[in-house]
């Protein structure tokens, strides 16, 4: 069965530091991976996606995440932190084939402090 | 501009009395899904469609029913509602299996 895990329920990190939110998964096939964010009060937002190919995808924002296959992981990232960033993360997955059944993980609350 | 609309955006209502959220998007997407968003276990899928009249159970289908009847609309049923359904409700659709989702602005739902 399909599985997705954010370890943190939070995440602090100083403003102009780096930060990364957390995420591993489990499919049976090939992996879609994706985080969204959700700013208070609003619906979700696409940061980015792994399909296939390059292992470190760029996304909106100044967001990356990295593709790790032998750990299944999957890691958002951001080089510089901006107070604006603070909002609340979530990863999903769905496989490659068969039906358009999405798992999201709990969610981690990013919290920037200036 | 590209959109997904739910409605209404809040409701309160009580145990028993039938409602239906309505969903609707205007970038002739195929895909369509419902999500309830609860606190510390985030989003779980409970129904979604991949094409007009197929539609499809997600992790958490039990009280709650689905229509496709035209591309655009998706609305979400709940015959009888019961106080466990109190969530926060989101509408999505999506080009494609490797495409992003859109999501609307979410139902805030209270059951009493």
């Known amino acids: 069965a399909q599985s997705v895990a954010q370890p943190e329920d939070q995440v602090n990190v100083a403003e102009g530091n780096p930060l990364t939110v957390k995420c591993t998964y489990s499919?049976?096939?090939?992996?879609?991976l994706f985080w969204y964010v959700q700013y208070p009060n609003r619906g979700l937002q696409f940061l980015l996606k792994?399909?296939?190919?390059?292992?470190l995808v760029k996304g909106s924002y100044g967001f990356e995440a990295e593709f790790n296959k032998s750990q299944t992981s999957f890691h958002l990232k951001k080089p510089s932190a901006l107070v604006s960033d603070s909002a609340l993360y979530f990863c999903?997955?769905?496989?490659?084939?068969?039906?358009?059944?999405?798992?999201f993980g709990t969610g981690t609350r990013l919290k920037v402090l200036a | 501009e590209a959109q997904v609309t739910q409605n209404p955006r809040y409701l309160i209502t009580v145990t028993g009395k039938k409602l239906t959220v309505t969903c609707s998007q205007n970038?002739?997407?195929?895909?369509m899904s419902w999500y309830r968003q609860d606190p510390g276990l985030g989003l779980r899928q409970i129904y979604y469609?991949?094409?007009?009249?197929?539609?499809d159970k997600g992790d958490v289908p039990e009280g709650y029913k689905v229509s496709r009847k035209e591309k655009r609309n998706f609305p979400l049923i709940l015959e009888s509602p019961s106080p466990n359904q109190t969530s926060l409700y989101f509408c999505a659709s999506t080009n494609g299996p490797s495409y992003e989702q859109y999501f609307g602005p979410g139902t805030r739902l209270t059951v009493t």
């Open positions: 792994y399909i296939t190919g390059d292992n």
């Open positions: 970038m002739n997407h195929e895909y």
């Open positions: 999903a997955v769905r496989e490659s084939s068969g039906t358009y059944k999405y798992i």
């Open positions: 499919v049976s096939g090939n992996p879609y």
């Open positions: 469609s991949m094409n007009v009249e197929v539609t």
